[in-house]
Nanobody, 114 residues
Framework: VQLQASGGGSVQAGGSLRLTCAAS????????MGWYRQAPGKQRELVAT???????NYADSVKGRFTISRDNAKNTVSLQMNSLKPEDTAVYYC?????????WGQGTLVTVSS
């Protein structure tokens, strides 16, 4: 399974970005998907997840600002990020779980300047 993340970039505080992760597996609809991030000098942390049934979960730090969604017809999962803060600066990773096996995308950098 290959996961290809895109959409990172640089934005000023208060701005928005949309990340998209495309999966190569045709059984994508059965995957639980998520976004994680890793800031410099910090551990990777959960940002948001979405189950195969569409249930979502968010880190407290992004609730009300970020929205995760999936399009099973396109084999993609997206993360809409609004009201971005400098502390959101990190490399964002797409994650997929098929059965008990996790898969990771290559990461995309998000930089938020104040």
């Amino acid at each position: 399974v290959q996961l290809q993340a895109s959409g990172g970039g640089s934005v000023q505080a208060g701005g928005s970005l949309r990340l998209t992760c495309a999966a190569s597996d045709r059984t994508f609809s059965s995957f639980a998907m998520g976004w994680y991030r890793q800031a410099p000098g910090k551990q990777r942390e959960l940002v948001a997840t979405i189950t195969s049934g569409g249930s979502t979960n968010y880190a407290d730090s992004v609730k009300g600002r970020f929205t995760i969604s999936r399009d099973n017809a396109k084999n993609t999962v997206s993360l809409q990020m609004n009201s971005l803060k400098p502390e959101d600066t990190a490399v964002y990773y797409c994650n997929g779980i098929k059965g008990l096996s996790p898969y990771w995308g290559q990461g995309t950098l998000v930089t938020v300047s104040s």
